[in-house]
């Protein structure tokens, strides 16, 4: 842990300009990151006081490239961090409480006395922190004190970049780093946020969200086995494409569609019970294909639909993987644009059935295609129904790509991501790292942390 004005004075220096650049996106973002950091350490002051020690840590956002809604399914992903993050300035405490304050919202403060979920009334962001508390002790290692925190968060909630996911990552981290000795790795605080997501958010999500930001980079991850997914980095440089990675937030309200999220799993998982099975990864695509009439007496044609979404898209995302291991982008596209055609017609997921008349994903997607002209991709990024749209733009476009999305959908709506090396990690609290990060130009992925 550092003095505030130990703080400071690293964030101030030279050297952690690489660390900005790393963490913020690039050389011409690393100031901007920089000073992110060090008005958050103003806020924690203004929260906390300044006599404390502190440490702060950064877990990012996530896009899905490949595999929507396959995770579930013990399928194949894609998927990148990004770098719009969320940021906590933490400082111990000497009783068993634990408070959070997110710029924006109510402080959440719980008990580690108290660790059981909550369940007579709608979660909150203080059952997430229950939550990754819980499953610290369930696997031996129980907080013995709390913490004060403060986060501000570049990650829009409700945008599918997954605030929620990178907000799990970041609790995880701060405990693995404070009362672990960091001996968790990225893996098991991805599952840990899973978990917490799933028996106290009492939201029924897949573990992509979690790895994507705790692992960092591009990975292509196979859920054959959720409990040890096979992980493997996609060293593809982005940024020398031609093409500008956008995300269109369409203005939809997430706050009312967890009945239709949790209908994809559900109903995927309904065609494979009808073969024995728990999920679509164990049952032979052939064997679904042949059952198609018993299938939709059984189970509906809208079952049937997105069970035949997941065996193509599983296998698209293994061939977007392939196709930027051997860097052929043309190629990674194509699949990209062929995974929003299927998550449209046969997934199902562009608008809530419930009601039709609200389609601002279908509207971004029809004046996006007609600007981009066939050229580059454009596909329902994320859980769908009420979120964003994800695009790859030929940068000579993009000027042209925005104006459309904000002529319709609202200025500022059309977003610029760069994919981030890195995932959910300390950025500051011991000296140990900093140099040996800035002269090698790179990062450990098995470490989950860059610190100062």
Known sequence: MKTIEEARRLLQSEEFMHIAAVLGGGEDLAEAY???LLCAIDSFVQLYGSGREIAIFSAPGRTELGGNHTDHQHGHVLAASINLDVIAVVARREDTTIRVHSEGFPEDEISLEELEPVTDKKPTA?????GIAARFKQYGCPLETGFDAYTTSQVMAGSGLSSSAAFEVLLGNICNALYAENRFTPVELAQMGQYAENVYFQKPCGLMDQMASSVGGAVAIDFANPMLPAVHPVAFDFSRTGY???IVDTGGNHADLTAEYAAIPAEM????KYFGKDVLAEVPSAQVL???????KACGDRAVLRAMHFYREDGRAQGESDALDRGDFEAFLHLVQNSGQSSYCLLQNVYPSSAPEDQPISIALA????VLGGRGAIRVHGGGFGGTVQAFVPAVLLSQFQ???ESVLGKGCCHVLRIRSVGGMTVLIFCAVLLKVCLLGQTDRRENSLSI
């Open 244 to 246: 500008v990675l956008c």
């Open 126 to 130: 203080a059952e997430l922190i229950r």
């Open 403 to 405: 104006e459309g999305m």
């Open 269 to 272: 998982q309904e065609v494979a």
């Open 34 to 36: 920089r000073n992110r």
């Open 290 to 296: 042949c059952s198609i009439p018993e299938l939709r």
């Open 367 to 370: 004046v996006g295609s007609a």
